[in-house]
């Protein structure tokens, strides 16, 4: 049975940090991208950063250069580490895994999801 479980949510104030942990237990952690997503009240979810294996990562425009995303394949986990947080940074938000042939339209693991909210 595979299971992501995130860790980390909480409530700090605008221009605070938070770490979120994710980890993994269930599958062949090398085999996943990983992501974070989030969801805020009345909006999609969206791609906020993921890693491959080896590594390679991407982020979106809203959080370059505040956000950083790192796994540790030895320990099946992968963080999201959040500074310089913005009241519009608060959301759900989700850990994912998908293969590499499959694309994140269709992730094929979801974590329960952590709550993170910014005061501003």
């Known amino acids: 049975q595979v299971q992501l479980v995130e860790s980390g949510g909480g409530l700090v104030q605008a221009g605070g940090s938070l770490r979120l942990s994710c980890a993994a237990s269930g599958l062949t952690f090398n085999n996943y991208v990983m992501g974070w997503f989030r969801q805020a009240p009345g909006k999609e979810r969206d791609l906020v950063a993921d890693i491959s294996w080896s590594n390679s990562n991407t982020y979106g425009d809203s959080v370059k250069g505040r956000f950083t995303i790192s796994r540790d394949n030895a320990k099946n986990t992968v963080i999201l580490q959040m500074n310089m947080l913005k009241p519009e940074d608060t959301a759900v938000y989700y850990c994912?895994?998908?293969?590499?042939?499959?694309?994140?339209?269709?992730?094929?693991?979801w974590g329960q999801g952590t709550q993170v909210t910014v005061s501003s």
């Open positions: 994912a895994a998908r293969t590499f042939g499959s694309s994140w339209d269709r992730p094929d693991y």
